[in-house]
């Protein structure tokens, strides 16, 4: 795309992800003076294929979404639910189905959006707005809840879901709750007269996508987009992470074992800060990262040839491949099929478990808690796995581990 020309919003989004796919759940992280009408306003304007699209609004009122995003939207396909129940003089927006639900509380939104799914079908558009307005109406754990809850859903009817939030407004625990269950995140900015957007997380896109931005001027309905630049942040960070998720442990428990602080170790992995070589030594060693020359003498390495592998089905619907068995871990390839599910742990330990998903989704029940896992995302269990399922129409590949 050529720079200092005139553009859309939904044409910055998809010069900045590769291009929305289907299933996605878009958070759009919103600084001071960012404006997020402009994303909004593109997200509200129908797709090519004329499917239906629902506003759920928490902060403002029905006469105030027509004066904001009315230009070029198809009243016939959208439909506004009124969380706000704010008083406004203007009527409805005209042709334009409005449903009611001042003062709903989350189970009233879950059950709207139940029946919203069940009779407006795969493909909907919906728009959030937002998850700021949800915390201050309910809690913090209230909207987070819906989050976690609406995101799989969203994703398995074969939509795209745009929500947004006041980034200062929340938690670092809150946002990084929202990042890991999300499909993309990117933060909106602003500097001056010039606007910004930066990528986040793009599940399933290359890695040169990530933390890539797009700096653009409003101009009434439409925006010029002035330059895109690579951050060119540290990939050290970004290594340190990968390698982290992998042996399963928490930024808190790394940062422990090396000898800095959490929010230091945070700051190292997204690239704010640099690493000194002592500090870095320290983050391989208790990786387990091997660095430097062997000792003389001792074996540099053991391969496990594929050749050696076996593979098993060990439940209905699930195909277990052993990569490595040694003395002290045995690593596996589980492989759950399209909407398979089960009410037992893959494996019979008491030990700790860790697991990495490789592709797809794949829901666990562990304890009293739910989760849902998508492709990159690591977990530490503790206790035995007391269901699981695939909630989508593709295989889900995870890479466990267990410790002997």
């Known amino acids: 795309m050529a720079m200092d020309t005139p553009t859309t919003m939904q044409e910055i989004v998809d010069e900045l992800t590769g291009g929305l796919r289907t299933g996605d759940n878009v958070v759009f992280q919103v600084g001071e003076e960012a404006d997020a009408d402009l994303v909004l306003a593109s997200a509200l304007q129908p797709g090519p294929d004329r499917a239906p699209l629902v506003f759920i609004s928490f902060a403002i009122s029905p006469g105030e979404v027509h004066r904001r995003f009315a230009t070029g939207w198809d009243p016939e396909r959208l439909l506004l639910v009124d969380c706000a129940g704010i008083v406004d003089a203007e009527a409805a927006p005209p042709g334009v189905r409005v449903l009611h639900l001042a003062g709903a ?15 407006l079908g795969p493909g909907t ?5 937002g998850l700021t307005a949800m915390q201050q109406r309910w809690s913090a754990q209230d909207a987070l809840s819906l989050f976690v809850w609406a995101c799989p859903k969203l994703y398995e009817e074969r939509t795209i879901a745009y929500w947004t939030l006041e980034r200062a407004a929340h938690t670092p625990a809150f946002l990084a709750k929202l990042a890991q269950v999300t499909q993309v995140v990117i933060d909106l900015g602003r500097e001056g007269e010039r606007q910004w957007m930066e990528l986040r997380k793009a599940q399933g896109r290359p890695d040169d996508l990530l933390d890539g931005r797009v700096e653009f001027v409003a101009e009434g309905d ?6 895109r630049t690579p951050l060119d942040r540290p990939r050290v960070g970004r290594l340190i992470k990968q390698q982290r998720v992998a042996a399963g442990l928490t930024q808190a428990e790394l940062a422990r074992r ?9 700051q190292i992995e997204r690239g704010h800060t640099g690493v000194s070589g002592e500090v870095l030594m320290r983050v391989w060693a208790a990786l387990g990262v091997p660095v430097g020359e062997p000792d003389a003498g001792q074996s540099t390495h053991r391969v496990f040839p594929r050749s050696d592998r076996t593979a098993e089905e060990a439940q209905s619907g699930v195909r277990v491949e052993t990569i490595v ?4 871990m045995a690593l596996y390839v589980v492989e759950c099929q399209p909407g398979a599910s089960g009410n037992r742990p893959f494996f019979s330990t008491k030990r700790r478990e860790y697991a990495v998903v490789l592709d797809g989704l794949l829901q666990l029940s562990i304890g009293q808690s739910d989760e849902t896992l998508q492709q990159g995302d690591a977990i530490l269990i503790t206790e035995p796995v007391r269901a699981w399922r695939n909630p989508a129409d593709v295989s889900v590949r995870a890479l466990w581990m267990l410790p002997k």
């Open 325 to 328: 068995e040694s003395l002290d």
């Open 258 to 266: 090396v000898g800095v602080t959490a929010s230091g170790l945070s």
């Open 125 to 129: 558009t919906y728009v959030f707005d």
């Open 222 to 227: 439409t925006v010029r987009l002035v330059e």
């Open 105 to 119: 509380t989350l189970p009233d939104v879950r059950s709207m959006l139940q029946q919203a799914m069940l009779d």
